[in-house]
């Protein structure tokens, strides 16, 4: 029997981006400190939104930990890569 709804397209959510998630990521990555980078990680981790089981909430592109088809694994490297592009561009204004 022939249906009249209309599917919903779901595309992925953007990475949450604030100014506050942008500076705690350039902390970070000046940091050398194990304790002090880890602390700032959750501060990064709430900051944005990330849910309990995305730990670390950003994870390298090298990364294969979850393997190719683990989605929270993609989202967790699509973050960091929102988080740099957004570093790389806000660093390069006069």
């Excluded at 990521?25 to 990064?44: G, I, N, P, T, V």
């Excluded at 990330?50 to 989605?71: H, K, L």
């Excluded at 694994?73 to 006069?94: F, K």
Aim: with cysteine.
């Amino acid at each position: 029997m022939p249906t009249a709804r209309t599917p919903i397209i779901r595309f992925p959510k953007a990475p949450y981006i604030t100014p506050l998630a942008i500076d705690l990521f350039e902390k970070m990555q000046r940091c050398r400190d194990s304790e002090r980078w880890w602390a700032l990680h959750r501060q990064l981790h709430d900051e944005v939104k990330a849910r309990p089981w995305e730990w670390p909430c950003i994870m390298d592109d090298d990364d294969d930990s979850g393997g190719p088809d683990n989605p929270w694994a993609r989202r967790m490297q699509r973050r960091r890569r929102a988080l740099e592009t957004v570093l790389r561009g806000r660093t390069r204004r006069p």
